[in-house]
């Protein structure tokens, strides 16, 4: 008759409990805490019932049927859910099931700490381990041990402390009464079970992340060079490329941002029909200009194909692709390239020393974005020290020379003050030479006056 | 100020004995202190939540920031002594690392205390979550303040002792804050340097400690502890089962033999 009566309470006012909900199912925390606040309301909320462990009576349990009476919704299995998920409730008898049952089993409230320090703070968890450690004598979960460990060799530098405080506050809970020791304990076994991170594994991000680790310390690892040899090396970079710099040289037809004239853009597009000489020229400065010129790149393609060595390039491609593509297609993209290019009787069969190709074979298995760069680094270096320099001699690249179109420079206007200028500002050698001349009169002209600060 | 040690020969290493002991007892009754605040932040915002809680979070808040300044100012002192012996030092530096750990706790628990008075105001008592604690910390506190006994009888705290503790509290926060970036000016210890002495598993505690502290751990699922639980259910019906049983056949005897 009792609960008869109970359950017709419960019924009636679940319709403005239900009001509540509503608006605040979807918002900032404090929102929910009202709603916390609500269902533990005496006259309007739910019945709370003393939780009997051996000896201990402790108050402010429910069951979860009881929660989900509250709310007579389809939403409200899921809400209860989210509010043990995120802890505001945890279950009592199974605490490592993050679920809300409706059933008899208990749950009961916490309050959630709303904000977390920003740095990440390792004491906590190995504070928390420690004691649990020393509380059940060793006998951790295996995710908690290794959890352990990694704790202990992050911060092993402060190991004494996380010891001996966790050893006080072992002692400060002694001098709680029991049932509130057990609240306390569950209070931080929930909190940790639902803040567990994830358990780490070699993940092919790692492999991923220690390949590119191991790029820079290649770099780094390079031999120094005496200034004055690089310095030699910079120069003649900079002398040949002293014309093909825009700043220097100008450039032809004329200056778009200062002509309004968009021509040297789209005669130097990527793809146009006749290319321009300077950027003919530039192909033969290094094999890596004209790989990265896709024009440049089609015509070796097709002098490779005329040599039948054409399968490098398709290789080299494939795996630049896979090295700049995304990453959920590395997987098939590995495989097509070991279809097309590495398996024995493969169609472009790319003829790769066997080390490399053991050693490429053997990454197939577990492949990530970095696997082929060993085959592709081989191949690389087979076309620029065979069929690059065959190229440069070959009739097509003389050809291509021959017909590429040098523009003209756009003619200067009638008017002299309307004159579109070819330098977008002096040149810096310019300038130099008529410091340099300003600098010889003035010394002329001061050699007479006494010697005082030359500067 | 560095110290100038002009003594030579036993008194020297005594002196620094001394030291090294008084650093060791300050930096373990700050953690201990620390521990205690931890404690009692844990109630914040449950039911026992109360403006005594709030006296005794001071009171321990009090206490931590004393006994910070004087290891701070103890430890400095003796860390920037260029004359310490070697081994000396790495002790310091042990304590130094200590310190520096415990004083992140307390700031971390004191933000956290900050911020849950924030939302939980106790002008509201009905907007405190129930969570199943009933006593207070007022043990905890004694514990922390090394008193036998906190007052007897509460003291009469005033009701706008809350806003009072909140800028307080904003002025400890960011005192502690200054106290940790100055002691990274002033002495540079490298932790990554510094060994602990302790085993990786701590001992468990002294047998009587740990045997009270087993029982009270709540019923995990590992397959261990359920026969266990049942097994002293069965055990306590049986006791009781043979007590009934002896006192019936002590009655029927007496109504026999009577």
């Known amino acids: 008759m009792f609960t008869y009566v109970c359950v017709c309470v419960c019924v009636c006012v679940c319709v403005c409990v239900c009001v509540c909900v509503c608006v605040c199912v979807c918002v900032s925390p404090l929102q929910m805490e009202k709603v916390i606040v609500a269902m533990q309301d005496p006259d309007m909320g739910m019945k709370m019932r003393n939780q009997r462990l051996l000896i201990t009576v402790i108050p402010h349990a429910m069951t979860g049927v ?31 099931c993050l679920v809300l049952r409706p059933d008899e089993s208990p749950y009961r409230f916490q309050v959630r700490p709303l904000s977390m320090s920003i740095l990440p703070t390792f004491y906590n968890p190995a ?31 402060t190991w004494d402390f996380v010891v ?20 306390l304990e569950c209070q931080e076994q929930a909190y940790w079970l639902i803040n567990r991170p994830p358990v780490r594994s070699i993940t092919l991000h790692c492999i991923q992340l220690y390949c590119a680790i191991e790029a820079c310390r290649k770099a780094l690892g390079r031999n120094r060079v005496k200034s004055s040899i690089c310095l030699e090396g910079f120069l003649k970079y900079s002398e040949q490329y002293l014309n093909h710099d825009p700043i220097m040289q100008g450039c032809l037809p004329s200056n778009p941002w200062i002509s ?34 896709a024009m440049g790149r089609r015509e070796f393609m097709t002098y490779l194909e005329k040599e039948f060595s054409a399968e490098n390039l398709y290789f080299w491609q494939a795996c630049e692709d896979i090295r700049h593509g995304e990453s959920s297609k590395i997987v098939e993209k590995v495989e097509d390239i070991y279809k097309n290019f590495l398996a024995p009787g493969a169609a472009r069969w790319v003829n790769i020393d066997s080390k490399t190709m053991d050693k490429t074979l053997e990454g197939i298995k577990r492949p990530h974005r970095f696997v082929m760069d060993d085959a592709q680094m081989h191949i690389y270096f087979l076309m620029k020290k065979d069929s690059y320099p065959r190229y440069l001699k070959s009739d097509l690249y003389k050809n291509m020379l021959a017909k590429a179109i040098v523009p003209q420079e756009t003619k200067k206007s009638v008017f002299p003050f309307m004159r579109r200028q070819r330098h977008s500002s002096p040149s810096p050698a310019q300038t130099a030479t008529q410091a340099a001349e300003e600098e010889g009169l003035a010394k002329g002209a001061g050699a007479n006056s006494a010697a005082g600060s030359h500067f | 100020m560095p110290l100038v040690n002009n003594k030579v020969g036993n008194d020297c290493t005594v002196g620094t004995d001394k030291t090294l002991a008084d650093g060791k007892d300050l930096v373990e009754s700050v953690i201990k202190v620390v521990a205690c605040y931890r404690h009692l932040a844990a109630c914040v915002g449950g039911c026992t939540d109360s403006l005594q809680l709030r006296d005794e979070l001071r009171q321990t808040r009090e206490k931590a920031l004393n006994l910070a300044e004087a290891i701070r100012l103890h430890l400095t002192s003796h860390l920037r002594d260029k004359s310490l012996p070697e081994d000396q030092r790495k002790e310091m530096e042990l304590l130094w690392v200590a310190f520096s750990s415990s004083l992140e706790l307390l700031h971390v628990d004191m933000c956290k205390v900050f911020s849950m008075g924030d939302n939980f105001s106790l002008a509201n008592t009905a907007s405190l979550v129930q969570t199943g604690l009933q006593g207070g910390g007022s043990e905890v506190a004694a514990r922390a303040l090394s ?30 804050d200054h106290m940790i970036d100055d002691m990274e000016k002033k002495v540079n210890v490298l932790r990554w340097m510094v060994e602990p002495r302790g085993p990786q598993y701590a001992d468990p505690l002294s047998s009587t400690e740990s045997a009270s502290l087993a029982l009270l751990s709540v019923d995990e699922e590992q397959p261990g502890h359920e026969p266990r639980c049942q097994r002293s259910l069965i055990f306590v019906f049986l006791l009781l089962f043979a007590v009934v049983l002896v006192a019936a056949t002590l009655s029927v005897c007496l109504v026999l033999f009577s």
């Not at chain 1, 290794?146 to 992050?154: A, G, N, T």
């Open chain 1, 66 to 96: 009881c929660v989900l009476l509250l709310w007579c919704s389809t939403e409200s299995l899921h809400l209860g859910n989210m509010l043990v998920k995120y802890g505001y409730i945890y279950p009592l008898k199974e605490p490592r």
């Open chain 1, 164 to 183: 001996m405080q966790a050893r006080e506050q072992l002692r400060a809970s002694k001098q709680r009464r029991k049932a509130d020791r057990i609240v």
């Open chain 1, 260 to 293: 309004d004239d968009t021509a040297h853009w789209t005669m130097n597009a990527e793809i146009v029909p006749v290319p321009t000489r300077l950027r003919v020229e530039r192909w033969s400065f290094s094999f890596m200009e004209l790989l990265n010129d």
């Open chain 2, 147 to 176: 008193l036998a006994d906190l007052n007897q009888e509460p003291p009469t705290l005033p009701a706008g002792l809350e806003s009072q503790e909140r800028s307080t509290m904003e002025q400890e926060i960011s005192q502690i």
């Open chain 1, 127 to 157: 504070i928390y381990l420690a004691k649990k450690n020393i509380r059940k004598q060793g006998e951790l979960m295996e995710y908690e041990k290794e959890r352990y460990s990694l704790l202990h060799k992050r911060i092993n530098h």
